[in-house]
């Protein structure tokens, strides 16, 4: 069966039970047909989460990592969503990681100093505009 896109509030309804009947709506919905999810779906989830629920960096990537894992979600540019929830565990924020896991290893130019310095340490491109 071809998976089905769905939304940042279904992803945020399976990750957090907040609301039960739309957590089962949910678990239903994946278990009757595969998900597949976005990476820009995945980027504002990891805000709604961190903003609205608090979620660690280690929190959001577990759920990611459960996700791929899972048989029933397909990630859209895997590998690209891998490695972005791999940087963000590591404590870079996923927005920057999605952008640097996007470059293939190409410069990334950026005025930001902090996100520089975290991409140094990780071996990324993240370079000043010169």
Do not use: C, I
Not at 32 to 49: G, H
Request: glycine share 4%.
């Amino acid at each position: 069966m071809k998976p089905v896109a769905v939304d940042t509030n279904v992803l945020v309804r399976l990750a957090t039970g907040d609301h039960a009947a739309e957590h089962r709506t949910a678990l239903a919905s994946l278990a009757a047909r595969p998900w597949r999810v976005l990476p820009t779906v995945l980027l504002e989830t990891e805000w709604v989460l961190r903003s609205v629920y608090r979620f660690s960096p280690a929190q959001f990537a577990d759920f990611v990592e459960w996700m791929d894992a899972s048989g029933r979600v397909v990630l859209e540019q895997v590998d690209v969503v891998r490695t972005a929830a791999a940087h963000h565990r590591t404590g870079m924020d996923f927005a920057d990681a999605l952008h640097l896991a996007q470059t293939n290893g190409e410069p990334f130019l950026t005025f930001d100093k902090a996100l520089q310095k975290k991409a140094a340490r990780l071996k990324l491109n993240a370079q000043a505009v010169a």
